[in-house]
């Protein structure tokens, strides 16, 4: 999930880089049958008036089986209503139940509105910044939630799984899903299946974290079963055949550094066979030289583990980078669906992971049908079908150390911005990311690596030493219609900055994408028309869901940019400030008539500081510290939404106040992370760099071309 670059002879850290009360239920029939009642909604041809999981169904088809708005009604097609959320990450996916609107904003601050009205219903605040201690340094907040039988959950920074009941905002059970002091986080969705809730949590960039998943009955909150995704230390005995076959694909002494492979997004379920399917992530560190002696596929990393619903016991698997060393994932949304290729019906699993790749593989067996590239590859050359594995190109694992040109970058060429996939049209619409990373290893030997604690980015490669040769086609985006038969693209349209919104395809011929430069548009699914479109006056990121209330069908999108999609402005080249950014839920009907207020455009004051003093070596000092700094106040220190520039605020310039701050934790239930290990002199330095940079970013503003900064500068 992350990157560092080494720029002016420093590293920098680029994100280029998841019943009690059952008596309370109105319905008590469907209290009585649970399994049932709750599977109507999930089931992936389930009538689509509700969206009650992250995906929709437990299939994750983003689909819409509605289609009052269509090709010829799309036109009609307006704002019904909008609400306005405080700040903090309002990336993530929504649920609608019974025509109530569900999500968890910020560090999963759950609320419920009338989907109809956009009326609060009730807010559910878990502390969790508070409660997240170092946890909070990866600062992602919750990108999803999950319903089950009238209850909603949702995962914590802090490694809560909290199950609240749905009509009245109580909390009903929580579980500690993280062990104590260790690096993990939650900000992925949690996933319901067969009255079971499972979760996974994040932490292999920044941890020597072991990636598992840990299933709980839904209605108790009792532990059914956990899920390590690598094997741990030999010594202690492996806890299933599994671990003891994947021991033998590492070397040397893994389990000192985790081995990373969490299953922080990506969970999908097949309810004919009870299988439950986890994409998994990176190494932990992400260097295999370092993390396994350079030897060995290391699994279940970068992997589709496919394990039994009721068990939690493993079935097979599917390994997209066998030996994983780029920060590769496997854990982008995966669709099931089921596809007649050579004439056969076939049951898929299909996914696009961060290396590039499109895959089709059958979700029975495990095998893989198809590979194809879907952006610019430097990698591999192709997927050996026979073998279902990569050949790769000399080089790609910097043999000498040397910066590699990795295309797609390490942050892939697919993040967690959801594809969706249209039984209409049988084609998969991917949120295609064309990026690139410089990646090496000089220097960095087994001998000389140190784990650094307190989450901190702990990687173990290179990142940006090299400029990418290839620039005029790195940090773009397209949004790409793709036949999973043929594997081949249908249609491919351009979309602006590197980061580009969550998918929903619907029954009516459309597909809705948001825009990082504020704009949210539906498309024509079979060739990407666009024939509507709205101006939120905000990123739209997060992936749109559809329902239908007293028999209108509505739309709803949150808006607001947050760490993530924005922590370099490379790949989002538009002006985002953290404070005045619009974060809203929107949510549309035919007519609707709701007006948005016009939307304001940040100024971003850089006021004179004459007391400055420049010292280059304390500033340098600094800047590699930022590192701490820049997953939310941005690369350079250049802020793209999830956090105030600290070029242009005041604090940096006052010793106590910045102190206070960021040693003593003044800010962390406004989600600034406490960081009580800087010394006097580090704070210093993080001062002296920050009025460099912002002297400099001054200087530009200022000056004859402010080109580097798109926003309104004041220079008195
Ligand atoms: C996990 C995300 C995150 C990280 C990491 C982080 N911050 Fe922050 N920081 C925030 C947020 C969010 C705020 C705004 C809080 C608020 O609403 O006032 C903030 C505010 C601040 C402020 C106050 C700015 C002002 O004008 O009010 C300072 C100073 C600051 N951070 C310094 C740092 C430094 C130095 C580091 C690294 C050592 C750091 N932060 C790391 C999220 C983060």
Request: glycine residues 12%; aromatic residues 10%; contains cysteine.
């Amino acid at each position: 999930m992350w990157a560092l670059s080494r720029k002016a002879g420093h590293r920098q850290a680029a994100m280029l880089g998841g019943m009690l009360l059952l008596a309370a239920c109105s319905d008590q029939k469907e209290a009585k049958s649970p399994g049932t009642a709750n599977d109507a909604h999930l089931i992936d041809t389930s009538d689509g008036a509700n969206w009650a999981a992250f995906g929709r169904t437990y299939g994750e088809q983003h689909y819409s089986p509605l289609h009052e708005i269509n090709e010829n009604t799309v036109d009609r097609l307006g704002l019904a209503w909008f609400l306005d959320l405080p700040p903090g990450n309002s990336v993530t996916g929504p649920l609608a139940i019974d025509g109530t609107l569900y999500f968890a904003a910020g560090y999963s601050v759950v609320r419920a509105v009338d989907a109809a009205t956009g009326r609060v219903l009730w807010t559910f605040d878990p502390k969790a910044a508070e409660a997240a201690g170092t946890r909070l340094r990866q600062g992602w907040g919750s990108r999803g939630i999950a319903w089950w039988n009238g209850l909603i959950f949702t995962g914590t920074q802090d490694g809560r799984l909290i199950a609240i009941n749905a009509k009245t905002g109580a909390e009903v059970w929580s579980a500690q899903t993280l062990q104590e002091g260790d690096d993990r986080f939650i900000s992925g969705p949690p996933r319901v299946f067969a009255g079971k809730v499972v979760i996974g949590h994040g932490g292999a960039d920044s941890g020597a974290t072991r990636g598992y998943v840990t299933a709980y009955d839904a209605a108790s909150g009792r532990q059914l079963w956990r899920f390590w995704t690598v094997p741990g230390d030999p010594a202690k005995g492996f806890e299933n055949p599994a671990m003891t076959m994947a021991a033998k694909t590492w070397s040397g002494k893994w389990w000192t550094h985790g081995g990373g492979g969490t299953v922080w997004n990506a969970i999908t379920y097949d309810p004919d066979t009870d299988t439950l399917f986890l994409g998994t992530g990176n190494g932990a560190p992400w260097n295999r030289k370092i993390r396994s002696e350079d030897k060995g596929d290391n699994l279940f990393l970068s992997s589709i583990v496919a394990l039994e619903g009721k068990s939690g016991r493993y079935k097979w698997h599917y390994q997209v980078n066998p030996g994983e060393t780029w920060d590769y994932n496997a854990s982008m949304d995966m669709q099931l669906a089921d596809l007649t290729i050579d004439g056969k019906p076939r049951k898929v699993l299909m996914q696009a992971p961060k290396n590039g790749f499109f895959y089709v593989i059958d979700r029975i067996t495990g095998k893989l049908i198809s590979a194809q590239k879907i952006t610019k590859v430097t990698w591999a050359s192709h997927i050996d079908i026979a073998t279902g594995r990569p050949v790769e190109t000399p080089g790609a694992r910097f043999p000498n150390g040397q910066p590699f040109e990795l295309w797609p970058g390490n942050m892939g060429a697919h993040s967690w911005m959801p594809s969706a996939y249209s039984p209409r049209t049988r084609l998969v619409y991917i949120p295609v990311r064309d990026t690139a990373s410089s990646i090496g290893d000089a220097g960095i030997t087994a001998a000389n690596w140190r784990f650094r604690p307190g989450n901190q980015p702990n990687i173990a490669v290179n990142l940006g030493v090299r400029p990418i040769a290839d620039a005029q086609h790195n940090n773009k985006s397209r949004l790409l219609a793709w036949d999973p038969v043929l594997q081949r693209a249908r249609w491919s349209l351009p979309t602006p900055g590197a980061w580009n919104g969550g998918i929903m395809a619907t029954d009516g011929g459309l597909v809705f994408q948001g825009q990082a430069d504020g704009a949210f548009n539906a498309y024509r699914d079979t060739d990407g028309k666009r024939l509507w479109q709205f101006a939120a006056g905000a990123p739209v990121l997060a992936p749109p869901i559809s329902y239908r209330v007293k028999g209108l069908q509505y739309v709803t999108v949150l808006t607001g940019a947050s760490t993530g999609a924005t922590m370099n402005q490379q790949e989002i080249p538009f002006p985002i400030d953290y404070r005045t950014q619009a974060r809203r839920v929107l949510t549309f009907r035919l007519d609707g008539k709701a007006q948005l207020p016009p939307s304001q455009v940040a100024a971003i004051e850089w006021p004179a500081d004459p007391d400055f003093k420049a010292d280059p070596v304390s500033a340098g000092r600094g800047a590699a510290l930022f590192v701490h700094c820049m997953v939310c106040h941005g690369v350079g220190a250049v802020a793209v939404g999830a956090a105030p520039d600290l070029r242009a605020s005041l604090v940096p310039r006052d010793a106590e106040a910045f102190k206070q701050i960021v040693q003593g934790g003044g800010l962390v239930s406004a989600g600034m992370p406490r960081f009580s290990e800087l010394s006097d002199a580090d704070l210093k330095d993080l001062r002296q760099y920050l009025r460099s940079e912002a002297a400099k970013a001054r200087k530009t503003a200022c000056g004859t071309s402010p080109t580097v900064q798109p926003r309104q500068p004041h220079c008195e």
